[in-house]
């Protein structure tokens, strides 16, 4: 299994708070992704980052963004929550060698907004 | 604009039966696609991919097959098991980003 740890596994927030998700990797890739899985919409880019403090939006940023100040952590951060962002919530790492793409996801987040 | 597509929310099989697993791509470029395998409260995990290069890929149970005139991949999974039972996605990079399917539920029934 690819080393990689998500914080916390569960999260009930109410609409308006901040909630930040933490995603941590031992393996010392460069690529990092938060993603959300939703009914209906397969996995869906949120942010990704292809280095320290190199970070860029995906496919439904609105609502998040994100920061990593170190190889091993990439920070995921709801300013003001709202009931639409309940989701759940994947961390991936890649190396992005060989030409391969593969990504290696942690085990996800649930987040509940009230 | 969903540039990969899985139009079958659902299948279920019978144990020992074959699986197949529909893809279908809009996007000309995509030159590699992976399958991921999902069981609730876990991460997507990675399973088998094909490189546009090829047709088909095979990994013990799991085979993959790629008609790019089509823009249409599948998994076939034979024999199944219930244990195969989860969700899949497939997905197709570039960019360094992966797009996903919306995934098919798989149920193998004993």
């Known amino acids: 299994d690819a080393g990689i740890t998500q914080s916390p596994r569960h999260k009930v927030t109410e609409t308006g708070t901040p909630v930040t998700l933490r995603c941590h990797q031992t393996?010392?890739?460069?690529?990092m992704y938060w993603y959300r899985q939703d009914p209906g919409h397969g996995l869906r880019l949120i942010h990704y980052s292809y280095g320290v403090k190199d970070t860029d939006k995906g496919e439904v940023s609105d609502g998040y963004s994100v920061s990593r100040s170190k190889t091993e952590d990439f920070l995921l951060t709801l300013e003001s929550a709202t009931s639409s962002q309940t989701s759940v919530y994947f961390c991936?790492?890649?190396?992005?060698?060989?030409?391969?793409?593969?990504?290696?996801f942690g085990p996800g987040t649930r987040l509940t907004v009230l | 604009d969903q540039q990969v597509k899985q139009n079958s929310p659902s299948l279920s099989v019978q144990e020992g039966r074959i699986s197949i697993l529909n893809c279908d791509y809009t996007?000309?470029?995509?030159?590699?696609f992976l399958w991921y395998k999902k069981y609730p409260a876990e991460g997507p995990t990675f399973l088998i991919s094909i490189s546009s290069i090829k047709d088909k890929n095979e990994d013990g149970r799991f085979t993959v097959f790629l008609n790019k005139s089509a823009k249409h991949l599948s998994l076939h999974i034979v024999p199944s098991q219930p244990g195969d039972s989860a969700v899949y996605f497939c997905a197709a990079p570039s960019y360094g980003k992966l797009t996903f399917g919306q995934g098919t539920i798989l149920t193998v029934h004993p």
């Open positions: 996007n000309s470029m995509f030159d590699y």
């Open positions: 991936a790492i890649s190396a992005q060698s060989e030409g391969t793409d593969t990504q290696y």
């Open positions: 393996e010392n890739h460069r690529y």
